[in-house]
Nanobody, 116 residues
Framework: QVQLVESGGGLVQAGGSLKLSCAAS????????MGWYRQAPGKQRELVAR???????YYVDSVKGRFTISRDNAKNTVYLQMNSLKPEDAAVYFC??????????WGQGTQVTVSS
């Protein structure tokens, strides 16, 4: 079992920055990928970014050049640095962790609000 605790959400003006954190505990040695989904009202949940244990990353096109995902394997923590935030980035951001085989584990979500 893996438990995920998220933090770092909040209110920011357009063009500003936020950094999200997600700390994993439990059977963390089984985790391969970690990342972030987001869901805005009336929209489907979308994958924003993911990072493999090796450090290889993926970003959805809409955040490339603005967001940076990173992880500290020793701390079992994944981060999402969000710069140049836009109103369309506003959503609930959900952290996830996945083993090579098996189910995803989810955080509780953290609200990101961007004012224009």
């Amino acid at each position: 079992q893996v438990q995920l605790v998220e933090s770092g959400g909040g209110l920011v003006q357009a063009g500003g920055s936020l950094k999200l954190s997600c700390a994993a505990s439990g059977s963390t040695s089984a985790i391969n990928t970690m990342g972030w989904y987001r869901q805005a009202p009336g929209k489907q949940r979308e994958l924003v970014a993911r990072i493999w244990r090796s450090g290889v990353t993926y970003y959805v096109d809409s955040v490339k050049g603005r967001f940076t995902i990173s992880r500290d394997n020793a701390k079992n923590t994944v981060y999402l640095q969000m710069n140049s935030l836009k109103p369309e980035d506003a959503a609930v951001y959900f952290c996830y962790a996945a083993p090579n085989y098996g189910n995803l584990y989810w955080g509780q979500g953290t609200q990101v609000t961007v004012s224009s």
